[in-house]
């Protein structure tokens, strides 16, 4: 899992492992907004080269969105080039919760949540 050209931004870092796989690794930070979405979402895709990629979020740092970056956030999301995507959070109270929501959203990619990261990151290994 070596961290190769790492983008750093204040509330995130994003980089391309040496198995492919973008790792999105979030920083304990203020209320995001659509601009940190649309950087954040630059930096991915630079990183994926425009080929569907395997993507593993760590969300286990302190940070959440305003309103106006979740809208950008459903707009990101459609032009998304993700093959498959683990996103790893704190607890498994907020795995169950995140779950529950997950059940009504509707991707064209295998996604799953964890609060273990190396389960996450084996999971996503499967889709190579």
């Known amino acids: 899992m ?6 750093e931004l204040d509330f995130a870092t994003v ?7 973008i790792i999105i690794t979030m920083k304990d930070y203020r209320k995001l907004d659509q601009y940190d979405v649309i950087n954040i ?7 994926a080269d425009g080929k569907r990629a395997l993507k593993l979020l760590d969300a ?3 940070w959440s969105m305003d309103k106006k970056a979740k809208e950008q956030a459903k707009l990101e999301h459609s032009v998304s080039v993700t093959k498959a995507r683990a996103i790893v959070v704190s607890n498994s109270i907020t ?3 995140m779950k529950f929501l997950d059940s009504f959203s509707k991707n064209d ?3 799953k949540i964890f609060s273990d990261y190396d389960k996450a990151y084996k999971w996503l ?4």
């Open 2 to 7: 070596a961290n190769t050209n790492p983008t």
């Open 15 to 21: 980089f391309k492992d040496t198995s492919g796989i």
């Open 41 to 47: 979402n630059l930096a991915i895709r630079h990183k």
């Open 60 to 62: 286990r740092a302190s």
């Open 95 to 97: 795995v169950a919760f």
């Open 109 to 111: 990619y295998p996604q």
């Open 125 to 128: 290994m499967t889709f190579r």
